[in-house]
C-alpha cells in the first residue's frame, strides 16, 4: 500500500510541492503519493487528528498555519519552537514532532549558488520580520563573525525578531528607508516580504539602483521567478538568486526526514523552474 504524505494551507491550489514531491518518488522508486491539502482555519486541529487517525506519516505545513499549527502538535523541535513556527511534520513513536526547514534551506540555497562553504565577515541585510524572516535570522545568527541589518516597515517586528538572536554580537535594527541609502555595503541581501509577489510584480522592499561590487541578493519569492529587486540587482550586474532554490531544499529535506532518502533536488529545481515559466 502507498504512503500517504501532504501539505496543509491556505489558499494550496497553487502549491507546487505535490508536482516536486511526486516526481521525487517516482524517480527515487518510493512507493508513496503527495497531495495538497486545503484546510479552513476552525478545521485545523480535526485536520491534524484526522491525519493521524488515518496513519499519515508526515506532511508539510504552509501559510497562514506554521504558528497555529503547532498547539496541535505532540511536540516541536527546540529550533521550531525558538521560531515558534513549523514547516514539516514527522510522526515518530506515535506522535506528532513539528520542524522548520525554511532557514536551513534559505542557507543551503545561498551557500549553494554563491560557491561557499560557510558565511564569514559578511555584512548582511534583511528585508523583512516575518515568518519567513524569523527563520532565516535564526540560522544566520549562528554565525558570531557576520554582521546583519534587519529592515522592516514595522520597525517593532524587526527589534522583536533581534530578541530571537539571543546574544548575536553584530545586529542591527534600521527602516527600510536607512536600507535603501546604505544598499551599497552590503555583501548579501536576502528579500523575505511577500512585496513584489505575483500578481504585484512592479513593487519592491527597497529599490534597487546602487550596490557593492559583488553583491548577492536573494528573493525568496519564487512566483514570478524574477522579482522587481532581482531584476534590478541583475541589470546592474549582482549575482541573484530566487526563492526556488530555498523551495526544492525544504521539499528534499521532508522527503529525507520522512523516508530517509536523499533525492536529487537538481531535478526538483528543473521542475519547479519548468512549472513557473
Ligand atoms: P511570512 O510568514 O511569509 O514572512 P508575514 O509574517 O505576514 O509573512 O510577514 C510579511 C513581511 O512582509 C513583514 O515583514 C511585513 O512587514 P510588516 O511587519 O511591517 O507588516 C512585510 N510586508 C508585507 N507587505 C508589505 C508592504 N506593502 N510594505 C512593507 N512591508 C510589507
Redesign the pocket.
Known amino acids: 500500500m502507498k504512503e500517504l504524505f501532504g501539505i496543509i494551507g491556505n489558499p494550496i491550489a497553487h502549491s507546487l510541492s505535490p508536482l516536486i514531491q511526486n516526481e521525487s518518488y517516482e524517480l527515487h522508486e518510493i512507493n508513496a503519493h503527495f497531495q495538497a491539502f486545503h484546510v479552513e482555519h476552525e478545521d485545523l486541529e480535526s485536520a491534524i487528528k484526522g491525519m493521524k487517525a488515518i496513519g499519515i506519516k508526515g506532511f508539510m505545513v504552509t ?1 497562514p498555519f ?1 504558528a497555529e499549527v503547532i498547539p496541535f502538535l505532540d511536540e516541536v523541535d527546540p529550533i521550531a519552537e525558538k521560531k515558534k513556527a513549523v514547516n514539516v511534520v514527522q510522526l515518530i513513536d506515535g506522535k506528532y514532532v513539528g520542524f522548520n526547514f525554511d532557514g536551513e534551506g534559505c542557507l543551503k540555497a545561498l551557500l549553494e549558488d554563491m560557491n561557499r562553504q560557510s558565511l564569514q565577515n559578511e555584512n548582511i541585510l534583511i528585508l ?6 524569523q527563520s532565516i535570522y535564526y540560522t544566520l545568527s549562528h554565525f558570531d563573525d557576520v554582521h546583519i541589518d534587519l529592515a ?3 520597525i517593532e ?1 524587526a527589534e522583536a525578531l533581534k530578541e530571537l538572536g539571543g546574544n548575536h554580537r553584530h545586529t542591527s535594527v534600521i527602516s ?1 528607508e536607512e536600507a535603501e541609502i546604505k544598499q551599497n555595503e552590503y555583501d548579501i541581501i536576502i528579500q ?4 513584489g509577489m505575483w500578481p504585484d510584480i512592479d513593487q519592491s ?1 527597497i529599490n534597487i539602483t546602487n550596490l557593492k561590487k559583488g553583491a548577492f541578493v536573494s528573493d525568496i519569492i519564487y512566483n514570478p521567478a524574477e522579482t522587481k529587486i532581482l531584476k534590478q540587482a541583475r541589470e546592474i550586474g549582482a549575482n541573484t538568486q530566487n526563492g526556488i532554490k530555498m523551495l526544492a531544499f525544504q521539499n528534499a529535506l521532508s522527503i529525507e526526514k520522512w523516508t530517509g532518502q536523499k533525492v536529487n533536488y537538481q531535478k526538483m529545481i528543473d521542475s519547479l523552474t519548468k512549472a513557473l515559466r
Not at 128 to 133: E, M, N, S, V
Open positions: 501559510v506554521k523583512g520580520a516575518g515568518g519567513a524572516a522592516n516597515r514595522t517586528k527600510l523575505t516580504t511577500s512585496i522592499a
